[in-house]
């Protein structure tokens, strides 16, 4: 399993930006799509995630309304659109996989870190006030 993360960059608070994920190697299953990121000197967080049986959509409270996660599936790719950007979303954006063997379970935390454990390398965003 693979997955490949682009689109980060330098933008101003208030802009856009798009991340990519190329996703390759996963199974047929339920497999569940999340970004995750980590600012400098705090621990990495859940942003968003999407269920693969439904397209469920879960965002963490501080991104809700100014980010969207999305699928191309011809293209095997996951997006995160993230707009009207502040200076505390800087950080390693990494983009994350796991198949979901319960879903109804899984809900109840969709942005458990220890779910995903096919991981990218991370994309770097930085957002200057």
């Known amino acids: 399993v693979q997955l490949v993360e682009s689109g980060g960059g330098l933008a101003q608070a208030g802009g856009s930006v798009r991340l990519s994920c190329v996703v390759s190697?996963?199974?047929?299953?339920?497999?569940?799509i999340g970004w995750f990121r980590q600012a400098p000197g705090k621990e990495r967080e859940g942003v968003a995630c999407?269920?693969?049986?439904?397209?469920?959509?879960y965002y963490t409270a501080s991104v809700k309304g100014r980010f969207t996660i999305s699928k191309d599936y011809a293209r095997n790719t996951v997006y995160l659109q993230m707009n009207n950007l502040k200076p505390e979303d800087t950080g390693v954006y990494y983009c994350?996989?796991?198949?979901?063997?319960?879903?109804?379970?899984?809900?109840?935390?969709?942005?458990?870190?220890?779910?995903?454990?096919?991981w990218g390398q991370g994309t770097q965003v930085t957002v200057s006030s």
């Open positions: 190697g996963l199974g047929r299953g339920d497999n569940v």
């Open positions: 994350a996989a796991y198949e979901s063997l319960d879903p109804i379970r899984d809900v109840s935390s969709p942005l458990a870190q220890w779910r995903f454990y096919y």
């Open positions: 999407m269920t693969g049986s439904d397209e469920s959509t």
